[in-house]
């Protein structure tokens, strides 16, 4: 019995290796209130992945991420944001998460549940977003730009603000790339 239940946590670890993984579609979450969030969902977008936490020196941060999701969504954008207490800045409990984010920024992008993003434990979508684009994050509001083909991963360092010139002409020139 233990050897069965051995070889299937390894049967479902390999299938969720992210070298496995094809693009950005082939992860789901789970969204902050709870349930699914399938990253299919933002299929033809760019997506701007971010690793945020409520009690950080770049929590601040919060405001000009939704001042990007605000300017850009029509145009195909979508911020993610997936608070992490992996640099033990973030409050344990999704729905204190959701209270802080809405009462101090207002956020209306979408957000994942609390979740690892680093290490051994991380998310099977960020050992994928680093082995795209150079190594996990080193601190909080790490961030990962997707194109519209949901393959091609840039990153940016925490200290490079939301609205940065290099982010946004990256958000800019991945914009202008048609959905396929």
Known sequence: MVERRLLLAGAAALMAEPAAAAGLGDFSLTRLEGGALPLAEFAGRVVLV???ASFCGYTHQYAALQ???DRYEARGLTVLGVPSNDFNQESG???RIRAFCDGM???TFPMAGL?????GRALPLYQWLAAQAGGPPRWNFHKYLVARDGVRVSAFATQVEPNAPPLLRAIEAALAVPAA
Not at 115 to 119: K, N
């Open 50 to 52: 971010v690793n945020t």
């Open 67 to 69: 001042a990007l999701h």
């Open 93 to 95: 409990d999704n729905q």
């Open 105 to 107: 920024f207002g956020i």
């Open 115 to 119: 979740s690892p993003v680093r290490g």
